[in-house]
């Protein structure tokens, strides 16, 4: 399909950042530290449900929209957004965790990025992934990290140590294996039924030799590493009796198979609950196959092993792969697993470091989050002025919709969340930054917040009701009488 050109950015846009969220335990956290340091730019943030935000796009004022990846979908919202006036920066989460010059990019649509005003490259092999498929476009290419990675970095992972030190308490020593098998054992439905989704979404052309290879290799793979993890599986009780082993599947993966797969295995539990990192900081080691999770492990110093249980030239596109320890058979995972759980002390070789440092940037000096605040700061023209105490400016516009009815998958990718909840994941970030400014939180729809540094007061001291369209007034009553919540 053939799209217009589009139009340069806009020439001026309000001081509002908008950050849609799809996977929460991925996602969420970064956000929130993007949200606090929005606040050093005089900016009010919206923070929440990816479908939700992209549904009120066009009735909300004019700001800057962070998108989370490039698909064909992201391309509509990007061009709606486009078309009212709001600036459109894609931060690309699928790209921290593969050699984006030997995948391709495959899940990038041409579509989104011409809609894209720019576009954050994680470090210089998806740069130079970029420009090797989209030449043309290269001034829109930024390299500054990804804000999930700041989250590892020493300053800030002990956002992560206490809910580590939880998860110790509970379930003692353990092992984890995090899976990987969305083509296999998808929420969404059969492997044919996800390649049907995968061709009508563009990212894959069954016409094309290369694609039907690259399809083959990977469900080969994933078929041969859900073998031997079943069999690891049932293997660790027996070779570490003083650890248990968590089983931690993938978000877009379905618990009950996993729960059926094992049942009655001694010390062996399956958990999908709280953020990837607590769990890896929490355990011994991580087991993984070629999981991005595997490149968390490392940037957190703790060990991780890749089984790849079947040759196939998929593997070289997985990060994970060239910074973890690397094994072909279950008797090998348990050797290596051995020699962690007996020594005193780990520590990665250098050439693994050096690897890494191609593929995210901002591991030291300012952190990718403000990177990225600074890059929009310079494209938008937005003042770096902090917001003075009152009444923020933000205000939706009529045909604002507080609520859509969220499918059974949304709601596990994204769990219901309260104003409480998100307030308490704001004041940790802001002890670890030593940030002592107030912010304000306040729900604006369904897991959908805002975000802003006034009180919502007067001079006089009398709560300002928002001029909010009625159905959001009646929403706000209906799921938060308490009003405005301060921190």
């Given at each position: 399909m053939k799209h217009r050109e589009m139009s340069t950015s806009p020439e001026s846009v309000g001081p509002y950042l908008y950050l849609p969220v799809e996977i929460a335990s991925r996602e969420l956290d970064s956000r929130v530290l993007l949200a606090l340091l929005a606040m050093r730019f005089g900016m009010e943030v919206i923070l929440g449900r990816k479908r939700l935000?992209?549904?009120?796009?066009?009735?909300?004022?004019?700001?800057?929209?962070?998108?989370?990846?490039?698909?064909?979908?992201?391309a509509e919202a990007m061009r709606e957004a486009r078309a009212v006036g709001h600036g459109v920066v894609a931060l690309d989460e699928e790209v921290p965790g593969l050699v984006a010059t030997q995948e391709g990019l495959k899940w990038v649509?041409?579509?989104?990025?011409?809609?894209?005003?720019?576009?954050?490259?994680?470090?210089?092999d998806h740069e130079a992934a970029l420009r090797r498929k989209f030449p043309s476009d290269q001034q829109?290419?930024?390299?500054?990290?990804?804000?999930?990675?700041d989250l590892l970095r020493p300053e800030l992972r002990g956002y992560y140590r206490a809910q580590a030190e939880g998860i110790?308490?509970?379930?003692?020593?353990?092992?984890?294996?995090?899976?990987?098998?969305?083509?296999?054992n998808n929420v969404r439905g059969s492997p044919d039924r996800m390649l049907e989704r995968l061709q009508a979404s563009g990212r894959i052309d069954m016409s094309k030799a290369s694609d039907v290879e690259?399809?083959?290799?990977?469900?080969?793979?994933?078929?041969?590493?859900?073998?031997?993890?079943?069999?690891?599986?049932?293997?660790?009780?027996?070779?570490?009796?003083?650890h248990r082993l968590i089983v931690r599947p993938h978000p877009n993966e379905r618990l009950d198979t996993w729960q059926e797969w094992t049942r009655g295995l001694p010390r062996v539990s399956v958990i999908r609950d709280g953020a990837?990192?607590?769990?890896?900081?929490?355990?011994d080691g991580l087991i993984h196959t070629h999981c991005t999770t595997g490149v968390e492990a490392f940037a957190l110093d703790?060990?991780?092993?890749?089984?790849?249980?079947?040759?196939?030239?998929?593997?070289?596109?997985?990060?994970?792969?060239?910074?973890?320890?690397?094994?072909?058979?279950?008797?090998?995972?348990?050797?290596?697993?051995?020699?962690?759980?007996?020594?005193?002390?780990?520590?990665?070789p250098d050439?693994?470091?050096?690897?890494?440092?191609?593929?995210?940037?901002?591991?030291?000096?300012?952190?990718?989050?403000?990177?990225?605040?600074?890059t929009i700061r310079a494209k938008f023209a937005i003042e770096a002025s902090p917001q003075p105490l009152g009444a923020p400016s933000w205000q939706p516009l009529s045909g604002y919709a507080p609520w859509t009815p969220p499918k059974r998958f949304h709601k596990q990718i994204f769990p219901p969340m309260t104003t409480e909840q998100l307030r308490g994941v704001f004041e940790e970030f802001q002890a670890l930054l030593g940030d002592r400014s107030r912010i304000a939180v306040t729900a604006c729809g369904d897991r959908l917040f805002h975000v802003h540094a006034g009180d919502g007061r007067t001079s006089a001291g009398d709560v300002r009701r928002p001029r909010a369209p009625l159905l959001l007034k009646v929403w706000q009553l209906l799921h938060q009488p308490e009003g405005v919540r301060r921190i």
């Open positions: 935000l992209h549904r009120n796009l066009r009735y909300m004022p004019k700001g800057v929209v962070l998108f989370k990846t490039l698909t064909e979908r992201d649509m041409p579509s989104a990025v011409a809609a894209s005003d720019i576009i954050l490259a994680a470090g210089d829109k290419f930024v390299v500054v990290g990804n804000p999930r990675w110790r308490a509970r379930h003692g020593r353990f092992l984890l294996i995090n899976t990987n098998f969305g083509g296999l690259f399809i083959t290799a990977t469900r080969h793979l994933q078929a041969a590493n859900l073998a031997a993890i079943k069999d690891l599986v049932r293997a660790i009780p027996d070779r570490f009796p003083d990837a990192a607590a769990w890896i900081l929490a355990s703790k060990p991780a092993v890749s089984l790849q249980a079947a040759e196939a030239f998929v593997s070289a596109n997985y990060v994970a792969n060239q910074v973890n320890y690397l094994a072909r058979t279950v008797p090998e995972v348990l050797e290596i697993v051995q020699a962690w759980t007996s020594a005193g002390e780990f520590r990665y050439r693994f470091h050096e690897i890494f440092g191609g593929f995210v940037t901002g591991n030291e000096g300012p952190f990718a989050a403000m990177r990225i605040l600074e």
